[in-house]
């Protein structure tokens, strides 16, 4: 009889050649724990080329998975499991798994050629310098090929199925449904019987295999994780990015125009709302960023909800177009999936470094809300909040994502959609003055005495034409103004029609256990963005420590929360994490002159939420004088 043990979380990692599938098995796996009702949270990490050259570490792709029976923040620092498929794999990502973590090796690609691409001197699995793990070397291609022979595949199409062997193996060892991935593959390769029946005779034949060899002495159970009642499922950010999107427009009630060029890691957002035509949805893929963001912000000025998708690159192309969204207080939304430059950079990798951009990468005084959201399934709620700020500000806003917020996933709660405020646009439909003749006039830039925005005139309008464009606006009239007085109240008013947006933005709160009683923290962790699971994590394992510590997050970033300033000032010390050199650091040192603390990191990969617990620890101890 085999042992059963039973674990609280565990964390597993694929990792093979780029064409191996194993962000698809990663992905697979992710959903049979989600349908088991773990909680849930994942790290895909792929190389930016279509396909680096094979059996190289720069062609290595992984996929972690982090899955529990509580609530999680991360996909966890460092793998419990590792399968790796090839010697690259294993050389990529060996140094990760800690001494005694289970290793599943796939022995088919480690001949002497494909071990000296790597610079493996000699075979790892032979030498005995795997002793510290529980190594497991199988060959996982071969019984592949071998259980798939009757479907007539040659064998490289037959050994492209090993990445279901391997799924069907450690669903087995870790207990998972099978009937989600049974049931995707049917559907997947319908078109295709014979890689349908080789891919579900692999995922089966893992299984067994599992279940008769004799290589494992111990199986493990993660017992569901206790929700809420409710109706979930899994989601990545840009899906929920693109939901939030087609649920913030049926609120506003305005068609919404996609104005997008394919680019990593937001074209997925472009792909999810080419689906949705029959709620509204225009999806337009230009001939390049600054065609994209110009026919959105045209399609605002004709009375649809205008959004483009691009990353750090392409921010800086839309500059220009963003400028004249500023000038002509016009709706549009700027959805920024962050990545790590500069240049193109590390496409494929995530960054925080974006902030300062489209905060002032514009030329002239052109004040932008700026959003970020802080989880994939957050970004759903972040999007209705951009929309409804747009709208009714009329105005261009910023919502910031990254890759690791894009492409990672976990457990959504559906929302019920009855309960979402609905988004007046409130169009103008009348004349709003009356001249000196006391005839009855439209004035474009006559603006809302609370909000300041001016009146959204759809084209066409009978009695409401007027001039749109980048110059200078006359008060009121919108006429073309070179007048200096002019121009500073109208640099002014919309500045702070941007300032006025604090009205609607939430305080912070600051999570401090023991402040009501008089023992509040002296060090405040403050994050924005994807941080906030790292930070999270790391706050929870530091209190576990007995020592005291504050956390709060901000989701507003352009205007900041009105009590931001006192919160701040409020503590000994506040350290801001954040995957840059500090730029929300600097933002808020400028605006509230406290000495924040930066806690930079830039390797294109989230916070590791040990080393940040580790590094709060000493801080918080070097503050109380506790000896190192």
């Known amino acids: ?39 849930i949270s994942t790290l895909p990490n792929f190389p930016a080329e279509i396909r680096a050259p094979q059996g190289t570490l720069p062609g290595v792709s992984s996929f972690q998975l982090h899955f529990a029976n509580y609530d999680i923040m991360t996909p966890g620092d460092r793998p419990d499991v590792l399968v790796a498929m090839n010697p690259a794999a294993l050389k990529a990502n060996l140094e990760d798994l800690p001494r005694g973590g289970l290793l599943i090796v796939d022995t088919a690609d480690f001949t002497k050629r494909n071990l000296a691409k790597v610079g493996y001197e000699a075979s790892p699995l032979e030498d005995g310098s795997l002793a510290d793990y529980q190594l497991h070397a199988l060959d996982l291609t071969g019984m592949t090929v071998e259980a798939v022979k009757e479907f007539g595949l040659s ?26 991935t049974l049931n995707f593959l049917s559907t997947k390769f319908a078109n295709k019987p014979a890689i349908r029946d080789a891919n579900l005779t692999a995922f089966k034949t893992g299984f067994a295999f599992g279940e008769t060899t004799e290589v494992f002495a111990v199986t493990y159970e993660v017992p569901p994780a206790p929700m809420p009642a409710g109706t979930y499922r899994q989601i990545s950010g840009n899906v929920a990015l693109a939901y939030g999107l087609v649920a913030g427009a049926r609120k506003a009630n305005l068609p919404m125009f996609l104005g997008a060029y394919p680019i990593t890691p937001a074209s997925d957002v472009l792909h999810e709302l080419s689906k949705y035509k029959r709620f509204g949805v225009t999806t337009f893929q230009a001939e390049d960023e600054i065609a994209g963001v110009g026919a959105a912000l045209g399609a605002s000025f004709a009375g649809h909800l205008g959004v483009t998708t691009t990353s750090g690159p392409g921010v800086a192309l839309k500059a220009e177009t963003i400028g004249l969204a500023v000038m002509t207080e016009l709706p549009l939304v700027i959805c920024d999936i962050q ?11 995530t960054e925080q470094a974006d902030l300062l951009q489209v905060m002032y990468g514009r030329n002239g005084e052109a004040p932008v809300p700026v959003l970020a959201a802080q989880t994939p399934s957050d970004c759903f709620d972040t999007a209705i909040e951009a929309i409804r700020i747009a709208v009714k500000y009329r105005t261009p806003v910023f919502l910031l994502s990254d890759g690791y917020i894009a492409n990672g996933a976990e457990p959504w709660e559906v929302p019920d959609l009855s309960a979402i405020p609905p988004i007046d646009p409130e169009f103008a439909t009348e004349p709003n003055a009356t001249d000196k003749a006391g005839k009855d006039v439209f004035l474009p830039y006559k603006r809302d005495p609370e909000t300041l925005a001016r009146p959204w005139a759809i084209p066409g309008t009978a009695g409401l034409q007027h001039r749109i464009g980048g110059i200078e606006k006359a008060r009121d009239t919108g006429a073309v103004s070179y007048d200096p007085a002019n121009h500073d109240e109208m640099v002014r008013t919309r500045q702070a029609k941007i300032d006025g947006i604090v009205r609607d933005i939430p305080d912070v709160v600051v999570d401090d256990p023991d402040a009501g009683e008089g023992f509040g923290a002296s060090v405040l962790v403050l994050g924005w963005g994807s941080t906030y699971g790292p930070i999270t994590a790391a706050v929870r394992r ?6 005291r510590i504050a956390q709060t997050h901000v989701r507003h970033l352009n205007p900041f929360p009105a009590n931001l300033g006192e919160v701040l000032r409020r503590y000994e010390r506040v350290i801001v994490p954040e995957m840059n050199l500090g730029q929300l650091a600097m933002m808020l040192r400028a605006k509230y002159l406290v000495d924040v603390h930066s806690y930079s990191r830039v390797r294109g990969l989230p916070i590791s939420l040990s080393e940040l617990a580790a590094d709060l620890e000493a801080e918080i101890d070097s503050i109380e004088g506790v000896p190192a």
Request: net charge positive.
């Open 542 to 547: 530091v209190r576990k420590s007995g020592r």
């Open 339 to 349: 990545r790590a430059g500069p240049s193109t950079g590390m496409p494929t990798k």
């Open 155 to 180: 064998r490289k199409d037959a050994s492209r199925a090993k990445n279901m062997f391997a799924l069907g193996l450690l669903s087995w060892l870790y207990g998972r449904p099978t009937e989600g």
């Open 1 to 39: 009889m085999r042992q059963v043990h039973t674990l609280d979380r565990v964390v597993i990692r694929f990792a093979g050649d780029s064409g191996d599938g194993m962000q698809l098995t990663g992905d697979r796996f992710t959903a049979d724990s989600a349908t088991f009702g773990n909680d």
